[in-house]
């Protein structure tokens, strides 16, 4: 079992960067599909970008297609989203998740495809 701790949110200015950061522990991180996904104030959860579990296909929402870029090391057990020209309507508790490659063979975009997630970290956007 995989569990999840997101880190790097913060208030940023428009234009600005952040990267995002999630841990996972135990020793099969390596077999996961991970994701990201938001949730804005008011909002539905909404599907950000995924990366298959060895880091060879990535797939980003239209919202953020050029801006962000989802990463992983595999070795140090983490994903990353890096956050680029970001805008105020970024502004969101951004949440990592985690599928068992078995369980799915392309990284899924729904929400509910995940069986795994973090506690979220919360990035604000000023404008």
């Known amino acids: 079992q995989v569990q999840l701790v997101e880190s790097g949110g913060g208030l940023v200015q428009a234009g600005g960067s952040l990267r995002l950061s999630c841990a996972a522990s135990?020793?099969?991180?390596?077999?996961?599909?991970m994701g990201w996904f938001r949730r804005a104030p008011g909002k539905e959860r909404e599907f950000v970008a995924g990366?298959?579990?060895?880091?060879?296909?990535?797939r980003y929402a239209d919202s953020v297609k050029g801006r962000f870029t989802i990463s992983r090391d595999n070795a140090r057990n983490t994903v990353y989203l890096q956050m680029n020209s970001l805008k105020p309507e970024d502004t969101a508790v951004y949440y990592c998740?985690?599928?068992?490659?078995?369980?799915?063979?392309?990284?899924?975009?729904?929400?509910?495809?995940?069986?795994?997630w973090g506690q979220g970290t919360q990035v604000t956007v000023s404008s």
């Open positions: 990366i298959s579990s060895r880091g060879g296909s990535t």
């Open positions: 135990g020793r099969t991180f390596s077999s996961y599909h």
């Open positions: 998740a985690a599928v068992n490659f078995l369980t799915v063979v392309l990284v899924p975009s729904q929400g509910n495809e995940y069986d795994l």
